[in-house]
Every structure is written in C-alpha cells, then in structure tokens.
C-alpha cells in the first residue's frame, strides 16, 4: 500500500502558467519534505515542514512555494513555471523525531514538463 | 560546504562481484543519521540501509552493508553478489540538525552503478 502519494505522476503545464503539485502522506510522519531533480542530478531540497513550521532552503527561488494545510497533505505551488523548472519533483517524509529513526519515505514523484 | 561528497559518478562491476561505493559527510551535529538509496531509470528512490550516529554496529541489510567510519567521516556502501538488476543510480544522504535548525535530509551527487554480465 502506497504510504507517500504524488499526484500527478506526470504534469504538462505552459510557460509562465501556475501549477501545484499535491503530496499525501498515510504516516503521520511529522516532517514533509520536498525535493526538485533534475536529470542525472542529486535530488535538491526546495523546502521542508516541520509540523506547521516551514523552513525554506536559502537558494530555492521565490517562484516556489509550499502550503501544508494539515499533517496528512503538502502542496508545491510554482508560481510561474519557467522551461529550467521541468524536473522531476519528489515529496519525501520522515518521523522527525530525532535522527534515531529510520528512512524517509519517498512519493513516486510528479514529472513536471514545461511547454 | 558540501555536506556529502560522492566521488565517483560512475562505477562498474562485473555480476557476483562486490563493489564499493564510497560517501564522505560533514556535520557538526552529534545525532545524525546517514542513509543509502537506489534509483532505478524508472525514478522512484528506493530505501536501501541505514546508520545512525550512534550505532555501534554496520549496518547490514541482506547483500547491502554500510562501511560506517565515524572518525573518517565516511559511510560506504557495500554490494556483495552484485546482480544485473543492482544496475542503478545510489544515492548517499544526510539527516541532521543544521545550527538553529530543524532536521533535514540532503543528498549526495550520486554514484552510476553498471554491473556487467
């Protein structure tokens, strides 16, 4: 049963339009976490939350955002999707309880390609 | 400053060989926690084995073992029995706790793995 849920798997979205990419979580895991890979590339954190707290990464540009609305979901708002923004984009969770717990959890991700 | 190095983008084993897949991390945070992860071409990041700060013991986990170094700083991976199907992208990671932070996991740049039949 699938724990971390991205939905799309696949998005086309047109140059400059805004897009959200949704991510569910069955865990309860405190910690949401989102990544952008681009190819033959390390994944890149954007940001993460913890609990309600949002905590951005000093180089993910404005054009990004995140809402978490409750523990269970975690949205990815690209304001205006330029062409370098087409990447695969991972959403990822963990307990966050300490760093004594075990892996994070990885959505299968949302191909984002931009027309 | 980097916080996890890979150093070898690419390696190749022949099948039933063991490899080794180096990672080197940087932290100040005593409590940390390092993690590998295999990404197939299909692009889903699989959870391979993971080491805490404070185990005592490597990790293992069937064919995959973790090289835990803690005064070196290093955490290898290592593949026995190498099988055609280990063919994938392994991925290093990091979670701790920046200064004044919370938690959060990073990644290393990768290592290509190639097992040849």
């Known amino acids: 049963d699938a724990m971390v849920i991205q939905n799309p798997r696949y998005q086309v979205t047109q140059f400059g339009k805004p897009v959200t990419l949704s991510c569910s979580q069955t865990l309860n895991h405190n910690v949401m976490y989102w990544y952008q890979q681009k190819s033959s590339q390390a994944p890149k954190l954007l940001f993460h939350?913890?609990?309600?707290?949002?905590?951005n990464e000093a180089d993910t540009p404005d054009n990004f955002q995140s809402r978490r609305p409750n523990t269970s979901f975690c949205f990815l708002d690209i304001r205006s999707p330029g062409l370098g923004d087409a990447a695969m984009y991972l959403c990822a969770t963990s307990r966050g309880q300490g760093v004594g717990n075990t892996e994070a959890f990885f959505g299968q991700g949302t191909r984002l390609t931009v027309v | 400053a980097q916080k996890i190095t890979q150093t070898q983008p690419g390696m190749f084993v022949q099948e039933k060989e063991a490899v080794t897949l180096d990672c080197t991390y940087d932290t100040s945070d005593p409590s940390y926690g390092l993690f590998w992860y295999k990404q197939p071409s299909s692009g889903e990041m699989i959870f391979l084995i993971y080491?805490?700060?404070?185990?005592?013991q490597n990790a293992t986990e069937g064919r995959y073992s973790l090289n835990f170094q803690k005064a070196r700083k290093s955490a290898n991976l290592v593949i026995s029995a190498s099988q055609l199907g280990d063919s994938a992208m392994y991925f290093c990671?990091?979670?701790?706790?920046?200064?004044?932070?919370?938690?959060?996991?990073?990644f290393g740049k990768g290592t290509k793995l190639t097992v040849n039949p």
């Open positions: 990671a990091m979670r701790d706790r920046p200064q004044g932070g919370s938690e959060k996991l990073v």
């Open positions: 939350y913890y609990d309600k707290d949002f905590n």
């Open positions: 080491q805490g700060s404070y185990d005592q």
